[in-house]
């Protein structure tokens, strides 16, 4: 029950201010931090924890507009040689929630980012719904719903679709489904995952009126359901009711992982995916919840 120092990697000297993800690695001996708000990206060798090169972008639009905030966190390394980040925003000014969904796209090779909108969807999070085959879909966020049904702004697009985004960092122009309409929703808060041709979404349901004060909008209670992305036929999901809120977490040798809050019990889980409405307990802690999960080697 000894603790003993491990490898340490300071980034103290890269110029970065804000807060970040966690790293995409490519191989064993090369990975990066992305500090888009500051517009640097960080390489470092993860095999010797030490930092090879400090790289220069275009910073993220609109990451410094403090009424939108755009950013982003999680990261994708894709088949392709790119990186992607789906970019997010947590508005404090609702009339100023960007009506594009946006990707951030990191070449390896030029070492450039690009900053990739479509217009068919609003903006979503800051996070990929994975398919259990790997495909990456664009998904909707909570923080766009609420604003929302606080913003005078008419005719945006839909805050509740989902979108397909391609390897070479593009969006499918052939793949756009409006999960809204097919669960006659109020609002759809986020896509926890696809699995085959079904995507479970949380929602809130049409009978739900916003209350006076944003801050007690979060407290509202929702609603699962698989939508299948072809038919659009909606089934009820009771998978989750005993963990709560459940979110994922990351991915280990191709499968799925989430955590929890606010469950019943109060218990804290570990949830490995086996189906589109199977899942496993895999640990269980006595406090916390879980933030991250992956493999660094």
């Known amino acids: 029950m000894k603790i003993s120092k491990a490898d340490a ?41 030490t930092i090879t090169e400090t790289i220069s972008v275009t910073p993220l639009p ?20 790119k990186i992607i980040l789906p970019v997010a925003a947590t ?30 969807m609003s903006m979503g999070y800051d996070t ?37 985004v391609n390897p070479n960092g ?19 808060n986020v896509v926890a995952y696809v ?16 209350p006076a004060k ?8 929702t609603k699962f359901a698989l939508v299948d992305l072809k038919t659009l036929k909606v089934e009820p999901f009771t998978s989750f009711e005993k963990y709560g809120t459940v979110y994922t977490v990351g991915t280990i040798d191709g499968v799925e992982y989430y955590g929890n809050i606010t469950a019943p019990d109060g218990k804290f889980s570990l949830l490995k995916q086996k189906g589109a409405a199977d899942f496993e307990a895999v640990s269980e802690a006595i406090g916390g ?3 991250f999960v992956g493999k660094l080697r």
């Open 214 to 221: 944003p801050a007690d909008w979060y407290n509202a209670p």
């Open 62 to 81: 609109l990451s410094n507009d403090a009424g939108i905030k755009t950013s982003t966190y999680m990261s994708y390394v894709t088949s392709a040689k």
């Open 128 to 164: 990929f719904a994975k398919g259990n085959d790997g495909t990456l879909y664009y998904r909707p966020s909570r923080a766009t719903s609420l604003s929302l049904d606080y913003s005078t702004v008419k005719d945006a697009p839909p805050a509740g679709g989902l979108l397909k």
């Open 195 to 210: 699995h085959g041709d079904k995507a479970l979404a949380q929602y809130l349901d049409n009978t739900f009126t916003p």
């Open 289 to 291: 919840s879980v933030i």
């Open 91 to 120: 508005p404090t000014d609702f009339n100023k929630f960007p009506q594009y969904a946006q990707i951030a796209v990191f070449d390896i090779a030029s070492k450039a980012v690009s900053y990739v909108k479509d217009s068919r």
């Open 9 to 49: 990697l300071s980034l103290a000297g890269t110029g970065v201010s804000g807060t970040f993800g966690p790293p995409a690695f490519v191989s064993e001996t090369e990975a990066y931090f992305f500090a888009l708000n500051d517009g640097k990206i960080i390489k470092f060798n993860p095999a010797t924890m």
């Open 170 to 188: 593009t969006f499918d122009p052939n793949f756009f489904v409006d999960l809204k309409v097919a669960l006659k929703a109020h609002s759809v």
